[in-house]
């Protein structure tokens, strides 16, 4: 029997939420140098205008995200925003670049968490969402709000 894997998480991108509409969501893992491991766990990494994208290799890359350069890492030290290599499967892959072609998709990075001891991140296929939408999701979002309020709130006697 294969025990759970604990998920812990690093950082997440609420603009991602709010502007876009998430469709399909992946897992995938990350190729990153020893450096960039360190700055992650400590948390120095900034999802706000990360992207990703599939290029004519096969391969996805996420662009955008920044990792914070490790301060105790004097030499070797990584580009805060270089280009971040992706693992995922062919098929997911295919997936992912096919719906890509749709107008008006695009890949964004979700969230970025460790499960286990690996560093994950989450992408999310979204659609653009328009200004009415998004007025429409905060008024949603604040009707809820105050209806659990008002719930949290009754006296039942």
């Known amino acids: ?46 999802l706000k205008d990360a992207y990703a994208r599939v290029n004519d290799k096969g391969e996805v890359h996420v662009l955008q995200m920044h990792i914070s350069p490790y301060t105790y890492s004097y030499n070797d030290n ?15 892959i295919r997936k992912i670049a096919n719906k890509i072609r749709e107008k008006g998709f695009s890949l964004i990075p979700l969230s970025l968490y460790f499960k286990g001891s690996r560093i994950k991140i989450k992408i999310g296929i979204g659609q653009g969402k328009n200004l009415y ?17 008002v719930n949290k709130h009754k006296d039942y006697r």
């Open 78 to 92: 990584h580009d805060p925003e270089r280009p971040r290599k992706l693992l995922l499967n062919k098929a997911e």
């Open 1 to 46: 029997m294969e025990q759970e894997k604990k998920i812990r998480q690093i950082a997440v991108n609420k603009k991602a939420w709010h502007s876009y509409t998430i469709s399909d969501e992946y897992e995938a893992g990350l190729v990153l140098v020893g450096s960039e491991v360190k700055s992650v766990r400590n948390g120095n990494v900034n």
């Open 133 to 149: 939408d998004k007025r429409q999701s905060l008024k949603e979002k604040d009707a809820n709000r105050e209806m659990h309020r």
